[in-house]
């Protein structure tokens, strides 16, 4: 499908593609916030369609980056074997698997010279928002109760 006529419909499915709410993709494209207007437009058969092939063609493009990706590593690693270098060929195939997702970097918290975090004077909900400010400064989920 090729680009929507209507330049705001287009940056409204852009939007929603981008993975916006209705009602942000909606004032984003220059529209009064409105969220039954916004719904009505989201449920436009041509603005799903276009949204569809926006995601479509998103998801190729991370499909390809990822393939590439882990083709050249494992290009890099037959060089580094071939150049008899163990350590490049490691890094290289712990490269693949971070990129596959099968590694996940994991960040341990401590506190002043590395010791444990200090909570002994602080109140419950003070302790509570400094682990969530780190938990979202790591890019975790919020911690649940």
């Known amino acids: 499908m090729p680009v929507l006529n209507n330049p705001k419909h287009e940056r409204f499915a852009q939007e929603l593609a981008k993975g916006r709410t209705q009602l942000d993709a909606y004032v984003a494209a220059g529209y009064r916030p409105d969220d039954g207007a916004a719904a009505r437009l989201s449920g436009n058969v041509r603005v799903r369609e276009r949204v569809a092939e926006l995601q479509r063609k998103a998801a190729e493009r991370v499909e390809i980056t990822v393939a590439d990706i882990a083709r050249q590593l494992d290009e890099d690693r037959e060089f580094a074997l071939e150049c008899k270098s ?14 596959l997702g099968l590694v996940k ?3 341990e918290h401590t506190g002043k010279n590395g010791g444990p975090i200090e909570y002994r004077d602080l109140a419950e909900d003070e302790i509570d ?6 938990s979202e400064k790591h890019g975790h989920r919020p911690l649940a109760h």
């Open 86 to 99: 163990p350590a490049a060929a490691v890094s290289a195939t712990l490269g693949k698997a971070k990129v």
């Open 105 to 107: 970097e994991r960040h």
């Open 129 to 134: 928002a400094r682990l969530t400010a780190l």
